[in-house]
């Protein structure tokens, strides 16, 4: 079922998402500074790709301190717009039985969306 799920993800959106967030990522990977946040959009990628099955869990090093500064830089920069976007997605999903799987799915990537450092996924 996680197989169908994640086939029908990537035919409604989810390899156009996929693909905007490795992009995106690879212009920020371009510079030094830039270097950390496009690693964490290069998560998002990946975890935009199959997210059916997949869960969000917190790092072994989460609590440290370096990740902490990097996921208040991250919300301060604007980058909490991207939890926004996917919780208003996730909105409209769930408004029928059959979108509320992919619903679930939103929610899971808003979550990783607001603080992507020390989070990994498996």
Do not use: R
């Not at 990537?10 to 693909?19: E, K, M, R, S, W």
């Not at 950390?36 to 998560?43: D, N, R, W, Y």
Request: include cysteine.
């Amino acid at each position: 079922m996680k197989f169908i799920g994640n086939i029908l993800w990537l035919i409604f959106g989810g390899l156009l998402v996929a693909l905007g967030y490795f992009l995106v990522g690879l212009l920020f990977c371009i510079t030094i500074i830039g270097l950390p946040f496009g690693l964490q959009l290069m998560k998002f990628a990946l975890f935009s790709l199959w997210p059916f099955g997949t869960e969000v869990k917190d790092d072994t090093n989460s609590g440290g301190c370096l990740s902490i500064v990097m996921n208040i830089l991250w919300l301060l920069l604007g980058w909490w717009e991207i939890a926004a976007a996917h919780v208003v997605f996730g909105i409209i999903c769930c408004v029928t039985v059959i979108g509320i799987p992919f619903g679930v799915q939103h929610f899971k990537i808003a979550i990783l969306s607001l603080a992507p450092f020390g989070k990994t996924f498996s």
